[in-house]
Nanobody, 120 residues
Framework: QVQLVESGGGLVQPGGSLRLSCATS?????????MTWYRQAPGKRREMVAR???????NYDDSVKGRFTIARDNGENTVYLQMNSLKPEDTAVYYC?????????????WGQGTQVTVHS
């Protein structure tokens, strides 16, 4: 059974930092998965925040470039999101996603989310 468990969320003041973790289990060949952090604020659509491919290539939403860093540890089957210079608009539930396309199958897994609140 595949599980993705996010942790590290919480309440932080503007300008502060948090480090989210997404620990996975039950995933075969974790290193071959594209790992993505998404977020969803109340009343808004879920949006991509940061992504890291199997080769380590990263891309970020423009709103977090220069502030957030995604990284993966294939030995620990875990992906991280370092969030610095947090803003109130970063407040959302953050979700971890693991995706691997093996034609004709798409292996697509989600975590349960972790709440990040940026508030003074």
């Amino acid at each position: 059974q595949v599980q993705l468990v996010e942790s590290g969320g919480g309440l932080v003041q503007p300008g502060g930092s948090l480090r989210l973790s997404c620990a996975t289990s039950g995933i075969t060949f974790f290193s071959l998965y594209v790992m993505t952090w998404y977020r969803q604020a109340p009343g808004k659509r879920r949006e991509m925040v940061a992504r890291i491919t199997s080769s380590g290539h990263t891309n970020y939403d423009d709103s977090v470039k220069g502030r957030f860093t995604i990284a993966r540890d294939n030995g620990e089957n875990t992906v991280y999101l370092q969030m610095n210079s947090l803003k109130p608009e970063d407040t959302a539930v953050y979700y971890c996603n693991a995706l691997r396309e093996v034609a004709p199958t798409k292996l697509d897994y989600w975590g349960q989310g972790t709440q990040v609140t940026v508030h003074s």
